[in-house]
């Protein structure tokens, strides 16, 4: 652990010896398109360096392995939550919208994210851009800074947790062939049997009343995020 430097402290190009044929952004470049294509499995540091035109030691000039390599990656992709320059205009409650918004698109362009992106994150560039930005945001309201992070973390969470849902979703029509309307009617034999059994009044009463509404990916993240948001809005002290 004490030996292991951190790869945002080192230099990207070495003090001695010959310049780097390429740059760490043209790596990360690299690797988020194998991935997009084919998926994180497909990425390995010989497959990486032939996108590159590379010698496979090559690579290790930049990073030490391949879980660095995933460091660059998310980076780099982060940088698609943000703002643009000059994008900041508006409430608080519409620039988390936006936020959410760009942050699904991104999470869909390269879906190999969505399960990092839950889990623990290093402090990277556009990592901490996107805490600067999104802590800038609700500056002002008067929520504390635990407060401030905490709804930062559940914005997140909520926008994670929903794209892996529907990514989740797209995987099964891929290996099952079935889409989700296909796919409920093989449970109708069943769920008749559970219906008939008296057993689970409110589970029946699903059965008959929903699907009148928010029966879309993009219904239910509508009322999530708004819902989300209105908690926020709920708990900001009175000015």
């Keep these: 652990m004490k030996d292991r430097e951190n790869l945002w402290l080192r230099p990207e190009q070495p003090a001695r010896g010959p310049r780097l044929s390429f740059s760490r952004a043209e790596l990360a470049g690299a690797a ?4 997009d294509a084919e998926g994180l499995e497909a990425l390995s540091m010989r497959r990486l360096a032939a996108e590159l035109d590379a010698r496979p030691m090559a690579i290790y000039s930049y990073v030490t392995g391949k879980d660095e390599v995933i460091e660059l990656m998310v980076d780099a992709v982060t940088a698609e939550y943000l703002a643009p ?4 205009a508006g409430d608080w409650r519409s620039q988390l919208r936006g936020l959410a918004e760009r942050s699904r ?19 990277s560039p556009n990592r901490i851009r996107l805490v600067e930005q999104v802590l800038g945001i609700l500056d002002g309201l008067g929520l504390s800074m ?24 797209s995987e099964a029509l891929r290996r099952t062939g079935l889409d989700l ?6 449970q109708v034999p069943y769920i008749r049997t559970v219906i008939d059994s008296g057993d689970y009044p409110m589970f029946t009463r699903m059965t008959t009343e929903a699907g009148r509404s928010l029966t879309s990916f993009d219904e239910r993240w509508e009322y999530g995020l708004e819902r989300l948001l209105d908690s926020v809005q709920a708990n900001i002290p009175p000015q």
């Design 85 to 88: 320059a000059g994008g900041t």
């Design 32 to 35: 988020v398109a194998i991935a």
């Design 105 to 123: 698109t991104a999470l869909h362009r390269h879906p190999w994210l969505a399960p990092l992106a839950g889990g623990r994150q290093a402090a």
């Design 146 to 169: 635990d407060e401030m992070l905490t709804v930062m973390v559940t914005l997140l969470s909520f926008i994670h947790g929903f794209v892996q849902t529907e990514l989740a979703d």
């Design 181 to 186: 309307k296909q796919w409920m009617t093989l």
